[in-house]
């Protein structure tokens, strides 16, 4: 069974805000000398693991990101009619398991990825806790796991600063997607009309705004470690390969969900090239070091990512053992890879990438 997977995304979005900076404009990196629009692989993240995709795959094997392990205990505590004082001071032994909490707060100090398992654990020692009207001790406290069962957390890992034994290497890297073009942010001004107004007084507009905007075709890398990730799941090799496929299809079926209502900018990959072996990973993006012009940029854009690959391959000998190719550009014929690539859609796609046939 292959070591690493490989995806190469390519996926072209209108106009659209999907990842903002501080001052709400959509962020943007150098290279190559050029102004790229960019996603970040935090936003890539998030839109993949919450997706309904992600869901209706994985179903309860799913963690969640959150600083109120501690609150939702207090609360659980005070509905079962434990006193106030002793539900605060319970639950923040609770939270401190996950955390380092401030003085008077319930709240971790940062967030926590629970896996279903850990937060079973916690809701059971508060039925516990109330049933028998005690604070908890330390046999009582022991809620994390080393190796959370939630296939996200699995995926991409979990950091605890305050109790490091329990963090988890993740088995996925996702580098921040960039336009293989040169891009400008450019500025939509708008004006908002109050529906009752008539007119006869003030003409002007009720509202008047400015909002930032970018649009281009994106390239998205994304590594996947198998071995890392049945490790991490406790050798379930079964939800190691089905979250495997969870995450391809979200990837290339969602967008980022930012401003989504005010440009409708949801797309579908253009192109996937998917390499599995045992080979060391390596991304692509040189390929669009030197921007990508001209009317044609998807097809460019295609015919400079697979070059690269050949190039590598020249350089450094095959970059994996087996290839595959979902293309829904109307003009690609056939990929100018070597070796065996094979083509075909997502649903083939994916049964490539659950083994070695």
């Known amino acids: 069974m292959s070591h690493f997977i490989q995806l190469h995304l390519l996926t072209a979005y209108p106009p659209a805000n999907l990842n903002r900076d501080d001052l709400g404009r959509p962020k943007t ?19 993949w693991r919450t997706s309904a995709l992600f869901e209706e795959a994985l179903g309860q094997h799913r963690g969640q990101r959150t600083k109120r392990v501690g ?31 401030a003085k008077n707060e319930l709240e971790t100090s940062q967030l926590v990825h629970i896996g279903p398992e850990e937060q079973t654990a916690v809701d059971a020692l508060v039925d516990t806790l109330a049933a028998e009207n005690r604070a908890p001790d330390k046999d009582d406290l022991k809620l994390l796991r080393h190796r959370p069962a939630a296939a996200d957390i699995a995926l991409f890992g979990r950091m605890l600063a305050a109790v490091p034994e329990y963090n988890v290497e993740a088995a996925c890297q996702v580098a921040h997607a960039i336009t293989v073009h040169a891009a400008e942010v450019e500025d939509d001004y708008f004006t908002a009309v109050d529906d009752l107004n008539t007119g006869d007084e003030h003409r002007g507009a009720a509202h008047v705004g400015e909002a930032g905007f970018g649009a281009g075709l994106f390239y998205t890398y994304i590594c996947i470690d198998r071995q890392q990730l049945i490790e991490n799941l406790r050798g379930n090799t079964e939800l190691a390969e089905c979250a495997i496929v969870a995450l391809v299809e979200a990837a290339v079926r969602t967008s980022p969900k930012g401003k989504q209502n005010s440009f409708g900018s949801r797309a579908h990959a253009s ?67 070597e070796g065996g690539v094979r083509t075909g859609n997502l649903g083939e796609l994916t049964e490539f990438l659950k083994g070695d046939d």
């Not at 996603?39 to 890539?44: G, K, P, R």
């Open 29 to 47: 990196a150098i290279m190559g000398g050029a102004k790229r629009l960019r996603v970040s692989s935090q936003s890539l993240k998030r839109t």
């Open 71 to 101: 609150i939702e205990a207090e609360r659980r505590l005070s509905e079962k009619g434990i006193k106030d004082k002793d539900a605060r001071a319970w639950a923040t032994e609770i939270a401190k398991v996950f955390g380092d909490v």
């Open 271 to 337: 192109y996937v090239l998917a390499e599995a072996g045992d080979q060391q990973p390596r991304s692509l993006s040189a390929a669009f070091l030197k921007p990508v012009t001209g009317q044609d940029q998807a097809d460019d854009a295609v015919s400079r990512l697979e070059a690269q690959a050949r190039a590598f391959d020249a350089a450094y000998g095959a970059g994996a053992e087996r290839r595959f190719v979902v293309s829904a550009l109307p003009d690609y014929a056939e990929p100018a890879l």
